[in-house]
């Protein structure tokens, strides 16, 4: 789940960027509801899509409980089309050879000309070089430590702080 303080940072920054209020909006990977819950409670029109059937239970429920109308779909975002005025996304941080990076980018760039997202502070150079072969400009909102709790029995640890940018693509 992306963290509350991190969510808003990015939600806020759309906000005042005149991206969310009155605009049609999609989550990539909307997983629990975090970005399009937010989005939905600043004046946006949401549709999130994601593949895990229980995050998109866990999404349902939370929105009821906040009175926050969005629409999910059951969807690999692969297969998303069509057009909205801003693409937010938190997408999975599985970092080797920035493959989930480069599939969200690219159908966020698809999808409309301003992206906010959020990856791993140390794929910031691959990021800025990838966005401009896409004819993106790209601006670093800030840096912060985002949590990730133990899930998997090889992870060692209970808790990891990774470091993630938080970022604005527009052309």
């Known amino acids: 789940m992306t963290p509350p303080s991190i969510a808003s940072e990015l939600l806020w920054t759309a906000y005042m960027n005149g991206d969310i209020d009155r605009r049609d909006v999609y989550d990539l990977g909307t997983g629990t509801g975090m970005l399009a819950i937010g989005a939905a409670l600043l004046g946006a029109s949401v549709t999130g899509f994601d593949i895990d059937r229980d995050a998109i239970k866990i999404a349902i429920r939370n929105a009821s409980r906040l009175r926050a109308n969005i629409t999910i779909i059951e969807k690999d975002i692969e297969d998303v089309e069509g057009y909205c005025d801003t693409v937010i996304m938190n997408p999975p941080f599985m970092v080797k050879e920035g493959k989930n990076d480069k599939i969200f980018l690219e159908k966020a760039f698809s999808l409309s000309d301003r992206v906010y997202s959020i990856h791993t502070a140390h794929t910031r150079e691959w990021i800025r070089s990838f966005v401009e072969s896409k004819g993106f400009?790209?601006?670093?909102?800030?840096?912060?430590?985002?949590?990730?709790?133990?899930?998997?029995?090889?992870q060692l640890k209970p808790l990891?702080?990774?470091?993630?940018?938080?970022?604005y693509f527009f052309k």
Do not use: C, E
């Open 160 to 167: 990891v702080r990774q470091r993630i940018d938080l970022w």
């Open 137 to 154: 400009n790209s601006m670093l909102i800030g840096s912060r430590d985002f949590p990730l709790p133990k899930q998997f029995a090889h």
